[in-house]
């Protein structure tokens, strides 16, 4: 069984970063691209970033492009986002989310975790 457990949200002043993580488990994790998702307030859940565990090969949404870093440790089954520069746009509820394929192209598993909220404020 899939499973996807993020961690590291919080409040944040606009132009800090963060760290969000995500512990993957139930499939073979080298296997598979990773993605983050957000969804703000009223909004439809928006991909930000997605990384090809196997290639390392990434893709992100012209909306946070040099802001925003995906990675990912597959010794130890983690992907991280990190977010520079913070925005009050950026704040949303962060998901991680295992594809269907070893691609960055692969579409949404649908295996979302809980999700954690970022706030960006002063």
């Known amino acids: 069984q899939v499973q996807l457990v993020e961690s590291g949200g919080g409040l944040v002043q606009p132009g800090g970063s963060l760290r969000l993580s995500c512990a993957a488990s139930?499939?073979?994790?080298?296997?598979?691209?990773m993605s983050w998702y957000r969804q703000a307030p009223g909004k439809e859940r928006e991909l930000v970033a997605s990384i090809s565990s196997i290639t390392g090969i990434t893709r992100y949404a012209d909306s946070v492009k040099g802001r925003f870093t995906i990675s990912s440790a597959n010794a130890r089954n983690f992907v991280y986002l990190h977010i520079n520069s913070l925005k009050p746009e950026d704040t949303a509820v962060y998901y991680c989310d295992r594809r269907t394929g070893t691609s960055v192209a692969s579409t949404t598993s649908d295996s979302w975790g809980q999700g954690p909220q970022v706030t960006v404020s002063s």
């Open positions: 139930g499939f073979t994790f080298k296997n598979y691209a």
